[in-house]
T-cell receptor, first 113, second 109 residues
Framework: DTEVTQTPKHLVMGMTNKKSLKCEQH?????MYWYKQKAKKPPELMFV???????INESVPSRFSPECPNSSLLNLHLHALQPEDSALYLC????????????FGPGTRLTVT | QKEVEQNSGPLSVPEGAIASLNCTYS??????FFWYRQYSGKSPELIMS????GDKEDGRFTAQLNKASQYVSLLIRDSQPSDSATYLC?????????FGTGTRLTVIP
């Protein structure tokens, strides 16, 4: 089973709202990732968690706050977003961080109004 | 900065033809190489992984790797309209993947 799930599928939020994106995997993977993808662009890495610890933060603004409650779950907390943050947010997981296959969830389509 | 380069396309092939997608990368230390397929509005789907020089075949897909030339390719035989998508080449760095900008493939019935 190579399934990564994400909720919600779609999210519309105002610039003053606080919301969270959720990601779950049951493959026993120990690395999880958040990516942001704009139209016609490749996925852009935001955060990497390895064994539930944040290992990479690609200079992401503080209005995005990741959390890894356990090895199967990954959250992305959103606060005071800007319209330019509207994008497809993708979660991925892999067995570990060392050059192995990453499997993506279906994504959350975020619109900031 | 690690670079992965692909022709953005669009690449158009007739149904039943072979589609050839190419990718070059800049980091000689890269060890793992992947091809993802992404349909419009959907997430990337892993379709091929290749780790050593040579060819790897999986159904209608063949991945080819040449580390000396820093080149990886994907061949799709007997192309079908359902293969119309953007194909992303990805190359590993120290702890993450570096993606090319993708090649948009259109298979014409």
């Amino acid at each position: 089973d190579t399934e990564v799930t994400q909720t919600p599928k779609h999210l519309v939020m105002g610039m003053t709202n606080k919301k969270s994106l959720k990601c779950e995997q049951h493959m026993g993977h120990r690395a999880m990732y958040w990516y942001k993808q704009k139209a016609k662009k490749p996925p852009e890495l935001m955060f990497v968690y390895s064994y539930e610890k944040l290992s990479i933060n690609e200079s992401v603004p503080s209005r995005f706050s990741p959390e890894c409650p356990n090895s199967s779950l990954l959250n992305l907390h959103l606060h005071a977003l800007q319209p330019e943050d509207s994008a497809l947010y993708l979660c991925a997981s892999s067995q570990d961080v060392r050059g192995v296959e990453q499997y993506f969830g279906p994504g959350t389509r975020l619109t900031v109004t | 900065q690690k670079e992965v380069e692909q022709n953005s396309g669009p690449l158009s092939v007739p149904e039943g033809a072979i589609a050839s997608l190419n990718c070059t990368y800049s980091d000689r230390g890269s060890q793992s190489f992947f091809w993802y397929r992404q349909y419009s509005g959907k997430s990337p789907e892993l379709i091929m992984s290749i780790y050593s020089n040579g060819d790897k075949e999986d159904g209608r897909f063949t991945a080819q790797l040449n580390k000396a030339s820093q080149y990886v390719s994907l061949l799709i035989r007997d192309s079908q309209p359902s293969d119309s998508a953007t194909y992303l080449c990805a190359v590993t760095g120290a702890n993450n993947l570096f993606f090319g900008t993708g090649t948009r493939l259109t298979v014409i019935p």
